[in-house]
């Protein structure tokens, strides 16, 4: 993951449906939530393909990072703020879950 998955975004369009959404039952809302789902689903499936000793718990570290890029990216800028270690983080995170090789 780098920075520049972030760049010109205005963040994740799932996440700020989810927010702008109160309506728990709204279908857009059920959207959102089904591809945040889906997405975290994919991150631990991933994990387990690399071999990580938890990949549920990768997953989620990995989906925090991601989330949280989406949020200081618009919060501080890019090339600026907390996602300049965004790539640094996942890979620690990665490297703490999975066999040394």
Known sequence: MTSTCFADSRGCAFANASVEIADEEHPARQVAIKQKAEMRLRLSELAAQA???????????????????????????????????AALTARVLIDAYTPKA
């Open 51 to 85: 071999g990580a000793a938890k990949p549920h718990e990768l997953g989620d570290a990995l989906m925090l990072v991601m989330e949280g890029g989406y949020l200081t990216r618009r919060t501080f800028g890019h090339g600026n703020g907390p996602l300049q270690s």
